[in-house]
């Protein structure tokens, strides 16, 4: 199963993207957390940020989060978006 992780590097981008600030602040409190399967992942971004953000910025975090796993693809497509490019995947 895939792993999701916001890293520092990660938060770093966000906040050059087109994501409201206050929202990557709030991203903050789960730095370095791993989470198992995308919809802990979208969860936690849910409890966050809160579902308007999570639903618009989704797709713009999830570029910018570290994925290890073997299940990434297939995990992408059922969150609704089969077109997401992830600079960071490590498959073990």
Known sequence: MASFKLTERSLKALKLEDIPIDAVKKLESIENKTFIGI???LNSLRMNIGEEHTDKYKFLIMKHTEVTGMEVVHQIEKAGNS????ESITFE
């Open 83 to 86: 077109k997401v490019t992830i």
């Open 39 to 41: 919809n802990d992942f």
